[in-house]
């Protein structure tokens, strides 16, 4: 395939390390695994939940790498890395199509998982009857979220590097907003953190956002954020069962779909470590899981040796489960 064509200068750029033939073949075959991460934290303890299970089944696994969405992928369809926890889907299908005749999928890990779309703090949405992301066309609306002299409504994106940078950037263009929204991307984790004083300040906040991640289980919605409907958008993604959508109605519309997490993983090295594959493919965890350890990390508990503690405790809570994992992928 032609995305596969790229120069060793455009790899090296995105911090990729290439492999030869034959030293490929032996990373696939040898008992050293590399798992890579997202760059947002919020799934971190999977990862490690997972470097337990296949350490039980006799792999070295190396301390995780983080790169973006994007290089995740080219990083496991060069064989540079082995797999990756935390696959949002759809979202992530533009990424995955272009190489998914050398990735997989497997799980799924969570489902359903996270409701996605943008949010505004819920006091201001019912004051000023704010109800759907076009109402930001006016410019009286999205002076209540400016910052500075900048009287535009200050909107914090997707996280850099992701699928949902792309289509935000295209929502602000497709509804006419770039007169009265700033949209700042960056590093997620320090803007959501950014968004959560402001809250705590007293002060009106627009994100594109998830549940749960690091600013919705601090922020949370239906409590402190309600979600804004999107315009336009097909009815098939109206979802019922979503906590906070800014109408009150039974269903809300959020403009994606409800996600499912998934494992990607080289399938080469799949195909080479059929008990590491199998083991990746049966982990099961719910949504309240992420949750909880989520809240952990907004209370500060962010750390390696916290992140570890909590996928320990996970493993003790749901043993039965791990062990049969552990048994399958042996079998």
Known sequence: MRYFQISRRQVLAAGIATLSAPALLRAQNSNVIKPVCASWDTFWFAELIAKAGLERLGYQVEDRRVMTPAVIFQS???GDTHFTMDVVWPGAKWTYEPVKDKVGLLGPTVQPASFIGYLIDKATAEKHNIRRLSDFKNPKIASLFSEGI????????????????TRVISDVEKFGLKDTVNLVIGEYNVLTADVVAR???GKPVFLFGWY?????????PGTDLVWIEYDGAQSE??????????????SCNTGWSPTTYYVA?????CRENPKAAKFLSSMRMTLDDRVKQNALMAKGEKRDRDLARHAADWIKANQAAFDGWIDAAKA
Request: hydrophobic share 40%.
């Open 76 to 78: 496991l369809a060069l």
């Open 150 to 165: 900048d009287r535009r409504a200050r909107l914090i994106g997707a996280p850099s590097g992701s699928n949902d940078e």
């Open 199 to 201: 809250y705590r300040a």
């Open 212 to 220: 749960p991640n690091v600013a919705t289980t601090e922020l949370v």
């Open 237 to 250: 993604l109206a979802s019922k069962g979503i906590v906070g959508c800014a109408s009150g109605g039974d």
């Open 265 to 269: 993983a080289s399938t080469n090295w």
